[in-house]
């Protein structure tokens, strides 16, 4: 019975969080990061989309806008 109490108890925050730092570190090594040829490549692809996408949304609102004042003005 008192071995089971035993193995309950928690280690303290000390420990936990020294673990924790350990175990954030060996991950972290295992993370591989892109060169500054590929962040720079990636970028430019997001910025084209986001710049395509915003033309598109903006000319499919005025294309609305249009169709909506059309529809008022014909009653």
Do not use: C
């Not at 420990?15 to 993370?31: L, Q």
């Amino acid at each position: 019975m008192a071995k089971q109490a035993a193995e309950t108890v928690k280690p303290n925050i000390l420990v936990r969080t020294r673990g924790y730092i350990h175990d954030v570190k060996a991950e972290m090594d295992k993370v591989t990061w892109p060169t500054r040829a590929d962040l720079k490549a990636s970028t430019t692809v997001v910025l084209l989309f986001l710049a395509l996408l915003a033309v598109l949304i903006g000319s499919m609102d005025l294309i609305f806008q249009r169709a909506v004042l059309l529809l008022y003005s014909l009653t």
